[in-house]
């Protein structure tokens, strides 16, 4: 009974630890932020008047390379080089989100795709009113709007994977913090 009581206890423990380490709505915000408005080096968006959509739809591509399989968060523990799959995997599962209400609020154009799919907008006419907003922004924007998926960070937070998608195609990258700045690499890539 002792032993149950010590391991109970561990566990208890390496929760609360994980807690404390858990990455933010804020922190994920304020990075989403950063990227996106540095339009000269990491050019993930070209202006603040891109359209960025509240909402990807995407599904998650399965992680298969010449017959090799693997779990996404194994996947993304490798790129990150993040030895703790605990603290990705708790991230990938995690609710929490983006704040678009927050970039919102900073000058980002934000598409409220959430609002267009629960009132039963069909693909079509998703693309027809981003169009419209685009119009109106001077823009012509052949994707339409842009889509992220929640940003997973390594422990040290100076590694992160993005996937940034359009409506027919996206761009996986690893963002990786040299000095003050971040550096993009790309890992890969996918088209309809």
Request: glycine content about 2%.
């Amino acid at each position: 009974m002792r032993i149950f009581a010590f391991i109970f206890a561990l566990l208890l423990v390496s929760c609360e630890t994980d807690k404390e380490n858990a990455v933010s709505q804020t922190e994920i915000t304020n990075f989403v932020s950063e990227i996106l408005s540095d339009t000269t080096n990491l050019k993930i968006i070209e202006s603040k008047k891109i359209l960025i959509s509240n909402f990807d739809f995407t599904p998650e591509l399965p992680i298969e390379f010449e017959g090799y399989q693997t779990t996404r968060t194994q996947y993304i523990s490798e790129i990150l080089e993040e030895k703790d799959t605990l603290f990705i995997f708790n991230q990938i599962n995690s609710k929490v989100k983006i704040d678009f209400n927050q970039l919102e609020k900073e000058s980002f154009q934000i598409f409220d795709l959430i609002h267009y799919t629960k009132a039963d907008f069909t693909i079509e006419e998703i693309k027809k009113e981003a169009s419209k907003l685009n119009e109106s922004n001077s823009l012509k924007y052949g994707d339409y709007f842009l889509m992220m998926k929640k940003p997973i960070f390594n422990k040290k937070r100076n590694k992160v994977v993005l996937n940034v998608n359009s409506i027919g195609s996206g761009h996986e990258y690893l963002l990786e913090k040299k000095g003050n700045n971040w550096k993009k690499t790309r890992i890969s890539f996918w088209v309809e």
